[in-house]
């Protein structure tokens, strides 16, 4: 399991703009490079949907409500990925949970609350 840690959420206002990251402190490079790593969301009384991945060699997929908004990207040397938000809509309100898998393992972070909201 990897341990994943979750910044960056918060408040953001319709229209406006937001960014997540998540770093793996305990994880070293080279396992790190191999993992698919990725953001889901959640909101309240719906199932937990993915919404932007990325994968080890740098390949994205994006759920299509988040198309030409959100941009995943990875910073191996950091250990870090990051999800820049433009154009926030008020749907866009959920809890972002960071998930990294490679293979039969999968793990996820505590989550960060995104609200969206004037």
């Known amino acids: 399991q990897v341990q994943l840690v979750e910044s960056g959420g918060g408040l953001g206002e319709p229209g406006g703009s937001l960014r997540l990251s998540c770093v793996a402190p305990r994880t070293i490079f080279s396992e790190y490079i191999q993992y698919a790593m990725g953001w889901y969301r959640q909101a309240p009384g719906e199932q937990r949907e993915l919404v932007a991945q990325i994968s080890s060699s740098g390949v994205t997929r994006y759920h299509d409500s988040v198309k030409e908004r959100f941009t995943i990207s990875r910073d191996n040397s950091r250990k870090t990925i990051r999800l820049q938000m433009n154009s926030l809509q008020r749907e866009d309100t959920a809890v972002y949970y960071c998930?990294?898998?490679?293979?039969?393992?999968?793990?996820w972070g505590q989550g960060t609350l995104v609200t969206v909201s004037s």
């Open positions: 998930n990294a898998i490679r293979g039969t393992e999968n793990s």
